[in-house]
Nanobody
Framework: QVQLVESGGGLVQAGGSLRLSCVAS????????MGWYRQAPGKQRELVAS???????RYADSVKGRFTISTDNAKITVYLQMNSLKPEDTSVYYC?????????WGQGTQVTVSS
């Protein structure tokens, strides 16, 4: 079992920045993928960014060039640096951890971008 604890959400004006953090209680497997998804009211949950234990990153087209995903050396904390935020980035952001056949989710953190 892995618990994921997110932090860093909040209210920011358009053009501002926020940094989300997600700490995993443990690293179950050497090979894993950590990522961030978001879900706005009435919409499906969508991938924002992910990073594998080998350092391969993937971004949604809508955030490329504005968001950066990274991990710490122990690979149990994943960060999402969000710059040039737009009102359409407003959503609940969820941390995700996938290792082998297991998938875990954080409780979500609200990000609100005002225009």
């Amino acid at each position: 079992q892995v618990q994921l604890v997110e932090s860093g959400g909040g209210l920011v004006q358009a053009g501002g920045s926020l940094r989300l953090s997600c700490v995993a209680s443990r690293n179950m497997f050497r090979l894993n993928t950590m990522g961030w998804y978001r879900q706005a009211p009435g919409k499906q949950r969508e991938l924002v960014a992910s990073i594998t234990s080998g350092g391969f990153t993937r971004y949604a087209d809508s955030v490329k060039g504005r968001f950066t995903i990274s991990t710490d050396n122990a690979k149990i904390t994943v960060y999402l640096q969000m710059n040039s935020l737009k009102p359409e980035d407003t959503s609940v952001y969820y941390c995700n951890y996938v290792a082998g056949p297991y998938t875990y989710w954080g409780q979500g953190t609200q990000v609100t971008v005002s225009s």
